[in-house]
């Protein structure tokens, strides 16, 4: 797999495809919390992620646009998933995840990304408490 140079990526092995080769961190209680609230579309483009960790469910409240969500256990293997999920809900918990993958509408139907499919999250210069 071809590396993006210098940057935090998730990517499917499995599928052999990047969930995002943009990925932000949300690691701490407050960037859990607000996640993606308040940003537009716009500013999460094609390509773009967020990933919370430690996560079992996320909402959308705040926001403005439709999310994709993947769940990911310990061993980051996929749990579940959420497609096109609107703003103003409230994805289920899923006791299995360890952390979860906001992405772009259409990014896990573009990646055919499905159950039991192994991501790697690259972290450049970052050490994730779990």
């Not at 071809?2 to 949300?26: E, I, M």
């Not at 749990?79 to 103003?88: A, F, I, M, N």
């Amino acid at each position: 797999m071809p590396t993006p140079a210098g940057k935090q990526y998730a990517y499917n092995r499995t599928r052999q495809a990047y969930l995002a080769t943009t990925l932000a961190v949300a690691d701490t209680h407050w960037s859990r919390l607000r996640g993606l609230m308040a940003k537009e579309q716009k500013d999460f483009p094609e390509g773009s992620g967020l990933w919370i960790v430690p996560c079992r469910g996320v909402h959308t409240f705040l926001m403005r646009f439709p999310i994709d969500v993947v769940y990911l256990d310990a061993q980051q293997a996929v749990v579940h998933l959420e497609e096109h999920l609107r703003p103003w809900r409230l994805a289920p918990l899923r006791l299995s995840a360890a952390s979860v993958v906001e992405l772009p509408p259409g990014t896990i139907h573009d990646t055919r990304t499905g159950l039991g499919d192994i991501v790697d999250v690259g972290l450049t210069g970052r050490e994730v408490k779990q």
